[in-house]
T-cell receptor, first 117, second 112 residues
Framework: DSGVTQTPKHLITATGQRVTLRCSPR?????VYWYQQSLDQGLQFLIQ???????AKGNILERFSAQQFPDLHSELNLSSLELGDSALYFC????????????????FGSGTQLSVL | QQQVKQSPQSLIVQKGGISIINCAYE??????FPWYQQFPGKGPALLIA?????SEKKEGRFTISFNKSAKQFSLHIMDSQPGDSATYFC???????????FGIGTKLQVIP
């Protein structure tokens, strides 16, 4: 068990809808990352928050947004959903900024499987 | 644009055999190369990682071989066991986990 908790595990919704994915990082970790895993694109970095502030953005669509709350849990909001948004969404956490020079490790949750019908 | 090419996409190995997964990268700015193991229904978990100033790193039955000049690195699983059956991802990172590029993944099946 990585210590990173994601809910829900599965989500089925229709095109045009909006959903919220939730993540609780490992105890003591200040950074939360969101990744999308799809069959054609593989694992891709979406966005990172550190201690409540957005730190880095990756391949995140404008229809998607995220935030990290004072208790450090994070939510990823996906709106105007399209069929192509169907994917496995992972949350990960790390203790610091996520720099690999200090051998900081990344811990992944079990993911939320989103199906857009 | 696939910056990290991973092969094969699937691999079947007999118990006790050696599993070999290869990755090739293009960007010479990458400075950290981890391998992740993912079981069904779980998230990726760090298995072993290497930096480009080292040619080989071994942890138990898992070894990374790194060839900087060829821009290639590989994962070797010695004495493969059925419990090793999982999907393996290589990754290349430049500075931090925000700048990570993953390979497409290799589904390994170890048969008794």
């Amino acid at each position: 068990d990585s210590g990173v908790t994601q809910t829900p595990k599965h989500l089925i919704t229709a095109t045009g809808q909006r959903v919220t994915l939730r993540c609780s990082p490992r105890s003591g970790d200040l950074s939360v990352y969101w990744y999308q895993q799809s069959l054609d694109q593989g694992l891709q970095f979406l966005i990172q928050y550190y201690n409540g502030e957005e730190r880095a953005k990756g391949n995140i669509l404008e229809r998607f947004s995220a935030q990290q709350f004072p208790d450090l849990h994070s939510e990823l909001n996906l709106s105007s959903l399209e069929l192509g948004d169907s994917a496995l969404y992972f949350c990960a956490s790390s203790v610091g900024f996520g720099g690999t020079a200090t051998n900081e490790k990344l811990f992944f949750g079990s993911g939320t499987q989103l199906s857009v019908l | 644009q696939q910056q990290v090419k991973q092969s094969p996409q699937s691999l079947i190995v007999q118990k006790g055999g050696i599993s070999i997964i290869n990755c090739a990268y293009e960007n010479t700015a990458f400075d950290y190369f981890p391998w992740y193991q993912q079981f069904p229904g779980k998230g990726p978990a760090l298995l072993i990682a290497i930096r480009p100033d080292v040619s080989e790193k071994k942890e138990g039955r898992f070894t990374i071989s790194f060839n900087k000049s060829a821009k290639q690195f590989s994962l070797h699983i010695m004495d493969s066991q059925p419990g090793d059956s999982a999907t393996y991802f290589c990754a290349a990172i430049r500075g931090g986990y925000q700048k990570v590029t993953f390979g497409i993944g290799t589904k390994l099946q170890v048969i008794p």
